[in-house]
């Protein structure tokens, strides 16, 4: 069975700074996963995506995210936070199938000036 | 033109009604979804379809029924509706299981 777990359900940093948000998975094979975006009253959008290509995954608007099969990680970074950023972050997993896909609970991601 | 419309964008409707919401997306892809989130923000995959072929189900219950008149269009019905059915609904389509999804900007039902 798959799961995705995102630690910490709110995560405030200052403008400029460094974004670190958390995706831990469980899964007997190594998975395909997945981090989204959703703005307030918007559908979810695709940031990036691994399929076991390369481990470092770049991704829209400055983020990327390294796959670490020895963690069991798909931690999502931006080196500098922007304003626009602020949003809600789902972690996603997917069987390499694509029959069962999952979501993390989200981490909503705070912008101070 | 919007690639993945959903309507109503908000629907608010008394316990045991009955209700539709439509889904159309004009990209051309062959996959189409159907997910709930609920106030807590958790995304719940309920349906997909493939060339009318339902693929996934998780559970959901017998109440929800997709349909699918055609490629470009995957529906949700809902009968007998229950104050746990409140949440926001969105549709999403994709070219082939293994492509991002588009998702549309979601409906958000309320059960008085």
């Known amino acids: 069975a798959q799961s995705v777990t995102q630690l910490g359900s709110h995560v405030s940093v200052s403008e400029g700074a460094l974004v670190l948000l958390r995706c831990n998975y469980s899964s007997s094979v190594p998975p395909y996963l997945f981090w989204y975006v959703q703005y307030p009253n918007q559908g979810l959008q695709l940031l990036l995506k691994y399929t076991s290509a390369a481990t470092l995954v770049k991704g829209i608007n400055g983020f990327e995210a390294e796959f670490k099969k020895s963690e069991t990680s798909f931690h999502l970074t931006k080196p500098s936070a922007h304003m626009s950023d602020a949003a809600e972050y789902f972690c996603a997993v997917s069987d390499r199938n694509f029959n069962k896909f999952y979501f993390g609970s989200g981490t909503k991601l705070n912008v101070k000036p | 033109d919007t690639a993945v419309s959903q309507t109503p964008k908000y629907l608010v409707t008394q316990m045991g009604n009955d209700k539709s919401i439509k889904c159309e997306q004009n990209l051309g892809h062959d996959t189409m979804y159907w997910y709930k989130q609920d106030s807590k923000k958790f995304l719940k995959i309920m349906f997909s379809?493939?060339?009318?072929?339902?693929?996934i189900n998780e559970t959901v219950p017998n109440r929800f029924s997709p349909k699918s008149p055609d490629k470009a269009h995957l529906n949700l019905h809902i009968n007998s509706l229950e104050l746990g059915d409140s949440a926001v609904y969105f549709c999403?389509?994709?070219?082939?299981?293994?492509?991002?999804?588009?998702f549309g900007d979601g409906t958000r039902l309320s059960i008085l």
């Open positions: 999403a389509s994709s070219q082939g299981r293994d492509q991002p999804q588009h």
């Open positions: 379809y493939n060339n009318k072929e339902l693929i």
